[in-house]
């Protein structure tokens, strides 16, 4: 197998697993990592329980919660290790696609040069 | 004819004057607060409550870091963003009929989280709420109206109330009514004193701010990030000044 192809094979199935942890993890927009303030701030509940049942019925007010676990997602949310997402990987293969072409098309040119020079050579 | 055209000219510009001078004067009342804001205790877990306020009612202190207290929403075409804070500090003075007499309270800026980093330090930036020079947002109340007993029970008693005062966001203060709160006023229980001391007041609102009225501009606004932000506020106190 020419290595180009094993470039292109490798390129694709990383994009491919990308895309599952980008679906396996909530198919979030942004990447984001497990914030344990966040997780804390979410498990909260102690007044809240107090509280039950005395609002009135139909009034109810509802505190939702923010996504405090990890998410890869499509396009990455700042720079180091929150810039992992589909983006950024099918960017890389993309690059490192395109230039395992160039170099195999420039090394097929180069042989290619060389039989010609052989052949008038002889 | 000649006369008449210049009266005309006159009245005119009279009018001009008038709307112009009503213009400015909205625009005054729509940017500074009608009263100072009040100052946070040294250990910045309370607000200060004047000797005149406390002598009105029962003090009430919103109790920080225990439980969630504002969540909000903004819903973009081209993103969803959900924020949260347990650090708002403050206060209110309930009356006899379970009514709030007077009351503050402060979300500190820069204690707003979202779930991603990034963006939590944009919502601070000076592209957004400012922090630096906005620390807080702030929601003076100044009086509650249709106050109505909805239940009641030997351990508590919950009322529906409409709560009047100045939301202050981005340094911009604007009126706010919010309709359909509710008050809870809990007796302090064996259950409730291994939470928090003293009788315990629950305070939910649900309502929504545009933040194109608060002054604040961005070419993402609209697209990313909603003009309206839904927001729900449950804010726990208690009457005792040890918490």
Known sequence: MRPRTIVFAIA??????????????????????????????NAQNELGDLFVDTEPEGDQVELGKIDSGFAFGLLPAGPGKAS??????????????????????????????????????? | MAHNSKRSQIRALWVAGAVLAAGASFQASAQT??????????????????????????????????????????????????????????FVVA??????????WHLPVDSIRTGIELRDHHVASKDWLDAKAHPNIVFQLDH??????????????????????EFTIHGVTRPITIENASLTYLNA????????????????AKYSVHLSDYDISHPVLGKKVADEIKINTVLYMTDSAAD
């Open chain 2, 144 to 165: 509650t109206e249709d106050v109505v007993l909805k239940k009641e029970t030997e351990a508590y008693r919950t009322y529906s109330v409409t709560l009047v005062g």
């Open chain 2, 189 to 204: 229980s064996e259950r409730t004193r291994k939470i928090a001391d003293g009788d315990l007041l629950a305070i939910r």
């Open chain 2, 33 to 90: 607060a009608s009263q100072p804001f009040a100052k946070a205790t040294e250990d910045g877990k309370h607000l200060v409550v004047t000797d005149e306020q406390a002598a009105l009612g029962t003090v009430y202190h919103a109790l920080t870091d225990k439980d969630r207290q504002i969540f909000f929403e903004s819903d973009a075409p081209l993103e969803d963003i959900k924020g949260q804070s347990n650090r708002v500090i403050g």
């Open chain 2, 95 to 104: 009356g006899t009929d379970g009514s709030l007499l007077t009351g503050e």
């Open chain 1, 84 to 122: 992992l997402s589909v983006a950024a990987v099918a960017g890389v293969a993309v690059f490192v696609s395109a230039a395992a072409w160039f170099f195999d098309r420039k090394k097929k040119g180069a042989a290619q040069t060389a039989d010609q020079g052989d052949s008038h050579g002889s």
């Open chain 1, 12 to 41: 694709a199935v990383a994009v491919l697993v990308s895309v599952g942890a980008w679906a396996a993890t909530g198919a979030k927009p942004f990447t984001r990592f497990e914030n344990k303030e966040n997780t804390e701030v």
